[in-house]
């Protein structure tokens, strides 16, 4: 059986059933018990589209949409004016300014991003987002989000798991967003997914989580070896991004003996997801210069997306 | 065969029994699925004694002592000459003070604890500790800490997993501390250890996580459930405990449909591990007041500590 269909012979495909193969051959000399078989994941732009926006920002949109046809006094305050309007320039500007260094309007959009879910419990948290993803659908593709996960990287999240390893996905995004349908996109569930993380406080009268004030950590850049390390107590064998805000983490498993950094490169301008570089500019040099494998999806994936007749859990 | 051998018959080991049974029968009116099925467990006091001193504290003691020894000017600050002496009055004070809501002198013993790990990488940290529990022995026992454990509550876990629950730690100590030798003693592996956490930092010249300055969080009282939901993404089935910081989290567990809230109560003055309710009397009266399940050490456990002929581990 073909453990990997949808990568193209090539390079990359080599690397990585190769390195399945040592690390799992007992009495090799690169052999690694599968207590220690960890592979951690970046999910937006690595295991699913990010564009035209991050899933858990259209989620938002959603959520913003509804409070100011509810409170119409926010319908001229920021992010909600332009959820309204549908017009994603006021937040791609407040993201492009954050990497810029200028902080000026994040609180602003922090606070809207809290206000949708403060004081609720995670269950009910959980159930809202259940029925998002019951009905949203990829604004391009025009598919449900649960089928726009790359299928090149469903085969190879099995494979793994087939090998004995761990699969964990360490999200830039919501921990809580991402944790309600891992189990069926991607067939991890809830306690291995590693993301950004909303305040909580214990509601001692409900007897229950609740979400409260602030945000407890962005998961991104060094945040994520350190999210690694809390989660699991090991270090990855292998890690996978796309991104400048997944370089710790592909150069953790990098360090680690036998260890595989990967990284995804959107390269192809020809298929639904587009070609782009923005974000990946300092993660594409650290790669080259440090011989991470990179994978290009021009060249090493036959098709992007999962077909009708895919099973549904990888 | 025996489920339980070390429990004595009676209406603990029944509640125990009983519950088990209902949340895994299938069609059943208390039906839980394998993967709801979280049992979350404090460690000292509760899987292992923490008297005449928490284990941890022992192994600290000995830092502290080998670090005065290299700097003799430490000698006369505290805690090291009380580690030096061996006099345990000073830190039992600190820690008294602390419960009665005086934190006077807290900096000086977290200085300390941080001081045993600043900058070490989390291999080097754990090597140490592994070496700590080759030779270390319960003072009083007079046996390796790995021989400590509760052999009912070993019993209890194995039960439990064999009934596909899934086994965490929560302790108020360190985490990083008991994931040395969590699976040995009590089948748990690191990933579902949680506990107190020193802050943590990457460092990119190493490409490797390092213990930092200060304590990211102490896992005590209400943070216990936020870092159970954080940890899983899901609320335990059955929580235990045996002091005040453990309320909350039994709390959670007793208002999960079909949980189980135990407490153990040390009231046994004749066998090994001795009576004491001080940091538990809020909690035994919070037991009696809700009806959580109160495991008596003197009623319900026919002996308290595994023999050389019970299998390492459960």
């Known amino acids: 059986m073909n453990p990997l269909p949808s990568w193209r012979d090539g390079r990359t495909r080599t690397t990585l059933l190769r390195f399945?193969?040592?690390?799992?051959?007992?009495?090799?000399?690169a052999f690694v018990p599968p207590e220690a078989r960890i592979a951690a994941f970046d999910n937006d732009g690595t295991l699913w589209p990010e564009l035209p926006m991050p899933v858990q920002l259209h989620h938002l949109t959603e959520q913003w949409r509804r409070m100011a046809a509810e409170r119409p006094e926010l319908a001229a305050?920021?992010?909600?004016?332009?959820?309204?309007?549908?017009?994603?320039?006021?937040?791609?500007?407040?993201?492009?300014?954050?990497?810029?260094?200028?902080?000026?309007?994040?609180?602003?959009?922090?606070?809207?991003?809290?206000?949708t879910q403060r004081g609720m419990d995670t269950a009910t948290l959980a159930a809202r987002i259940g029925e998002f993803f019951a009905t949203a659908r990829h604004p391009q593709l025009d598919r449900p989000y649960q089928a726009c996960a790359y299928q090149p990287m469903r085969e190879l999240l099995g494979l793994l798991r087939g090998h004995g390893f761990t699969t964990v996905i360490v999200s830039g995004g919501g921990r809580d967003f991402m944790r309600v349908i891992s189990e069926e996109v991607y067939g991890v569930p809830p306690e291995r997914v590693?993301?950004?993380?909303?305040a909580l406080r214990w509601d001692p009268d409900r007897a229950d989580v609740v979400y409260g004030d602030g945000i407890e950590l962005l998961d991104d850049g060094?945040?994520?070896?350190?999210?690694?390390?809390?989660?699991?107590?090991?270090?990855?064998?292998?890690?996978?991004?796309?991104?400048?805000?997944?370089i710790d983490m592909l150069a953790y498993a990098a360090a680690t003996p036998g260890g595989l950094a990967l990284l995804v490169h959107h390269d192809d301008p020809d298929r639904a997801d587009p070609a782009y570089d923005t974000g990946a500019e300092q993660a594409l040099s650290e790669a080259a210069r440090r011989g991470w494998t990179t994978v290009s999806v021009r060249d090493d994936w036959s098709r992007v997306f999962p077909s009708p007749d895919d099973t549904p859990a990888p």
Not at 20 to 29: K, S, Y
Not at 194 to 198: A, K, Q
Request: aromatic share 6%; charged share 20%.
């Open 222 to 246: 060094p945040e994520k070896p350190l999210r690694i390390w809390s989660r699991l107590g090991r270090r990855p064998l292998l890690a996978c991004g796309n991104s400048n805000g997944d």
């Open 77 to 115: 305050e920021e992010p909600y004016a332009s959820a309204l309007t549908g017009d994603p320039t006021w937040i791609a500007s407040v993201v492009a300014a954050h990497y810029a260094g200028d902080d000026t309007r994040l609180p602003t959009l922090a606070e809207a991003v809290i206000a």
């Open 194 to 198: 590693i993301g950004s993380t909303p």
């Open 20 to 29: 399945v193969d040592e690390v799992t051959t007992p009495g090799g000399p």
